[in-house]
């Protein structure tokens, strides 16, 4: 018997891949339905804000930003 699951396909770089990796890891429930390829993923709908959120926090949190000195 054929069972289907709704879900949503995620395309990102190798990079933010690995970072919503471990966030899976992390879940108490993973939302990951499946790895497909090096920068696809097959998600749980119910959890694509909150992923999006949650990458988007981080990769502000980890970027470098220069100031600006007063002349």
């Given at each position: 018997?054929?069972?289907a699951?709704?879900?949503?396909?995620?395309?990102?770089?190798?990079?933010?891949?690995?970072?919503?990796?471990?966030?899976?890891?992390?879940?108490?429930?993973?939302?990951?339905?499946?790895?497909?390829?090096?920068?696809?993923?097959?998600?749980?709908?119910?959890?694509?804000?909150?992923?999006?959120?949650?990458?988007?926090?981080?990769?502000?949190?980890?970027t470098?930003?220069?100031?600006?000195?007063p002349?």
């Amino acid at each position: 018997m054929v069972k289907a699951v709704k879900g949503t396909i995620l395309k990102c770089d190798p990079a933010v891949k690995q970072v919503i990796l471990s966030m899976n890891n992390s879940e108490h429930k993973p939302f990951i339905i499946e790895d497909l390829d090096e920068t696809h993923l097959f998600v749980d709908t119910t959890h694509v804000e909150r992923i999006k959120r949650r990458v988007e926090q981080l990769l502000e949190e980890n970027t470098y930003k220069v100031e600006q000195l007063p002349s």
